[in-house]
């Protein structure tokens, strides 16, 4: 979600888009079904010369590692409209809540399967719709929640290996450690702390839920507990009734704990003891798993492939 109250914009697109499309009399929307969730889909009336076809299987693949993870498409209904520009590639994605779960994605005219077969962003935004809207200081969660549970979602799908799903974390984690003249999450806003200061919450999160609950629970039993009791991206929601609510599924509270330490300062103070515990290291480029760690089934277990 990178833009908050841009929704009449957004409105006002689609509603221009919807009107061409009737005075053309083609179908441009088409809606696609998944378990439990119907998603439309608006596709702008461009040459994108991978063909509806394609961009409409993105759509309904990413959309189906998103429910996989949470146990159900985080809402009953949403909306997805994809733009276009000229080049190659997936650009960028907003996720809007504030009439109806949308999402608004723009890809390049030229953009390959190979590329959509890696895309992230819309794994991202749709992962947006499974989490309430919190006060602006805690927009760290948001991101946070986007940026970890996309990766994980698609080594559970098989389409990011481990190596890959570690050597995002090792590369990206430390952007989200505190810097000098750090206040906590909720009070410093940067751009490191917003994504990767949430990824970082979300990692530590999951690997202590698993150490307590002797692997047994996970970060994702608790938010699917969020989803399962009605919050996503359409509602608003104090951040640590949120909280409780996941703490609750997984019978500990590390949640609520965790957020009581790196809300309000620098914490933690790094992340090497936390790859050295979990056997993960880069050398060369390269990322190398050590068996031996003491936390290694955890770490094997995060990115699992399910399905
Ligand atoms: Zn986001």
Redesign the pocket.
Known sequence: ??VWRRNRLMLAWLVCALATSLARAEPEVVTLELPGASVHLLIEDQPFAIGRDALQDWVQRSALIVGSYYGQFPVVEAHVAIRGRRGSGVYNGR?FGTVGAVVNITIGFDSTQAELDDDWILI??LI?FAFPSVPRQHHWI??GL?VYVETIARANAGALTPSLAWDEFIGGMPQGLPKSGDRGLDYTPTWGRTYWGGALFCLLADVRIRQQTDGEYSLRDGLRAIVSSGYNITRSAELRTVLAVADAATGVTVLTELYDDMRAAPYPADIDGLWQALGVSRQAGRVIFNDQAPLVAIRDSITAREY
Request: no cysteine.
């Open positions: 979600m990178f996720a991202h935004e947006h948001e991101e986007s």
